[in-house]
């Protein structure tokens, strides 16, 4: 009964392939975001969607899409995999401002 | 825009010892503040969510206490022990998102 799951937990793939990660929440929470954490641990958001609802767009490559077909999914993808996108991605979600994260397990992507 | 700085960097202490973490935020205009860990290799666990118009909030040994006028919050570990060893995250959230720190990194030596 895990509340917000990730899938795969690690991602190893060469340049220049596309792949996706799928992150799912069985909290009835109504927003969800994709963080990036880099080497030194820093994490900074992605992208963020409400209601199925694209409410937060960083300065992402155009490279990465994210995909919500329903408020309880939010998926990301990747195109043309570089060796800068290996990086821990976690998922995260929340219900309305007053509350806080709960964060998936990440996933580790390395790039080879 | 907001920016969240966690001092000290690393904190290595024996076992048994109390121990304060520290966060600092540049706009004082938030939500709400949301301490977390993460073990290595490991996800994030929330340990204590305090909202812009509490004081402080406590879970077992944990205490965390907020000044939002000065833009700080404490993080308060009583009676530290090795399994308290990881990094603790604080963020801060003055809308839709959360602003994470650069974390402390807690050693608790036996």
């Known amino acids: 009964d895990t509340a917000v799951s990730q899938t795969p937990k690690y991602l190893v793939t060469q340049m220049g392939n596309d792949k996706s990660i799928k992150c799912e929440q069985n909290?009835?929470?109504?927003?969800m975001y994709w963080y990036k954490q880099d080497s030194k641990k820093f994490l900074k958001i992605m992208f963020s969607?409400?209601?199925?609802?694209?409410?937060i767009n960083e300065t992402v490559p155009n490279r990465f899409s994210p995909k919500s077909p329903d408020k309880a999914h939010l998926n990301l993808h990747i195109n043309s995999l570089e060796l800068g996108d290996s990086a821990v991605y976690f998922c995260?979600?929340?219900?309305?401002?007053?509350?806080?994260?709960?964060f998936g397990s990440g996933t580790r992507l390395t790039v080879v | 825009k907001q920016e969240v700085t966690q001092i000290p960097a690393a904190l290595s202490v024996p076992e048994g010892e109390n121990l304060v973490l520290n966060c600092s935020f540049t706009d004082s205009a938030i939500y709400n503040l949301q301490w977390f860990r993460q073990d290595p290799g490991k996800g994030l666990t929330s340990l204590l969510l305090i909202q812009s118009s509490q004081r402080e909030q406590t879970s077992g040994r944990l205490n965390a206490s907020l000044d939002k006028s000065s833009g700080r919050s404490t993080l308060y570990i009583a009676a530290s022990q090795p399994g308290d060893s990881a990094t603790y995250l604080c963020a801060v959230r003055p809308g839709n998102q959360f602003y994470f720190g650069t974390g402390t990194s807690l050693t608790v030596i036996p």
């Open positions: 909290l009835g929470h109504d927003t």
């Open positions: 995260a979600s929340s219900l309305l401002a007053d509350y806080g994260y709960t």
């Open positions: 969607y409400n209601n199925k609802e694209l409410i």
